[in-house]
């Protein structure tokens, strides 16, 4: 009987072994876990689960090695999902305050440099944003995932300013002393795109090579490969020679019918805005229609900072796929706004702000991110804009129809360069569009005289005309340079390359 008692008294004991608490993790190997986990759900894009993970860590694990990495992760959060700079700097700051020595500190002060970069409308705000890299440097030399980051970045705030020798030095210290680094390729792309825009194209072209040579599996080797192209185009003999090739088509139907204008994208989707479908549609490289956007009465078309599509119509501008927003300016009546209903062409600057042109009036408004108004731009001179663009380092092209000019700007409305009514070798009969390449040469359609492409400088570098081009009414470039034109008698897209 007792030993029974014992047997049973034993079965007990193991049953309930189980139920003993194992020791708990320290913190630190929690807070890393969540860490970990955050990570791998911010690389699913589940963004949402991610924040949670590192808000966690900042609130209940605030003693431990993690927080500095959390809230670097909770500043990219703001900055790249749901974006707030203001929120975004205040986590970055925390680390930079905080945990100074912290592995997360060089990330905090290169994100800090990098708001004011985007922010910076001044060479001043530009030099504040490098401070903020060099800083990063001095503090942190042997970082070698921040400070090769943090020179690329200097690099391109010299460019923005167009200091563009002084880009060229800073990006060629990421390719000499961090040949490795994952933002090398991306340096020696800049090096090759910098000496294009200061006129030395057989330079470029040998520096874009070397991103092919050195990276051929990184997303810059393709598009290295596109401005060597371009350029050879333009500057490989005596002269730019484009032909067209007879072996492009577009099949849109109608849709080639009434075009008021056509797009090339970055990723190479062409659109087509056409009053006759009343439509914008989209190409894919293969052929294959895509997506297709509803719109009264377009008018033209261009593209965001962000790569959002816009498209002008007569009373409205469609910015992207869902945000339609209409404008007023300040009428005769003291307090009382008038809407615009002739719209003409609308384009984001990179500063933000969003430019209307206005057939009715002749003039080209100014108005915030939030659409409210500003006012003239560039001055209340009348002009007839029907078209805009901005070039690769922020200019603002604007085509005055009636004076049959095409005028580059800053943000602040400033004249830098114009083409046009006439020079030598070209005049403008009846100028249709406008568009610009990575090196900023111009290129224009004009319905009775073919397309002109002008350099930088203003020199006519080459006159595209022929029997298949009738009435160039709509033109874009795509990645490689080639020149798609619309051509209004023939109801085509024509492919020059």
Known sequence: MRGKLLRVAWALLLVALPCVAAPQASPDSQARALLEDGRAYWNKKQYKLALENFNTIVTGFSQTDCVDNALLEIGRYYLEVEPSSEKARGSFEEVVKRYPQSDGAPGAYYYLGMIGFAAAKTPAELDDAIAQFKRLQRLYPRSREWV???????????????????????????????????????????????????GEPLQAMEELQQVRNHFPESDWA???????????????????????????????????????????????????????????????????????????????????????????????????????????????????????????????????????????????????????????FPDAKERQVTRMTVDSEGGIVLLDRDAKVVGVFDEAGKLLRSVGPKGAGFEFKKPADVAVDPFRNLYVADEEGGVFVFSPTGQLLVTITGEDMKRPKALTLDTDGSILVYDERAEKVLRYK
């Open 222 to 376: 393709p598009l290295a490969l596109d401005r060597v192209t371009a350029l050879y185009r333009l500057h490989g003999g005596a002269k730019p020679v484009f032909t067209r090739d007879p072996s492009y088509a577009v099949a849109a139907g109608d849709g080639l019918k009434d075009v008021r204008a056509i797009l090339m994208t970055p990723a190479r989707t062409l659109w087509i805005a056409s009053e006759k479908v009343k439509s914008a549609l989209s190409f894919e490289t293969d052929g294959r229609k895509g997506t297709s956007l509803s719109v009264e009465d377009v008018r033209s078309l261009s593209l965001s900072p962000k790569g959002d599509l816009l498209i002008a119509a007569r009373a409205a501008v469609r910015i992207g796929p869902r945000d339609i927003k209409t404008f007023a300016i300040p009428s005769d009546k003291p307090g009382v706004m008038k809407n615009l209903d002739k719209i003409a062409a609308a384009v984001i600057t990179p500063g933000g702000s969003l430019l209307v042109s206005d057939d009715d009036k002749g003039r080209v408004y100014r108005y915030d991110a939030e659409s409210q108004y500003v006012g003239n």
């Open 148 to 198: 090769p980051r943090a020179l690329h970045a200097t690099g391109l705030a010299h460019r923005k300013a167009g200091r563009l020798q002084d880009a060229i030095e800073a990006e060629r210290r990421v390719a000499l002393e961090h040949p490795t680094s994952d933002v090398t390729a991306a340096a020696q792309f800049q090096i090759g795109l910098c000496y294009a825009l200061l």
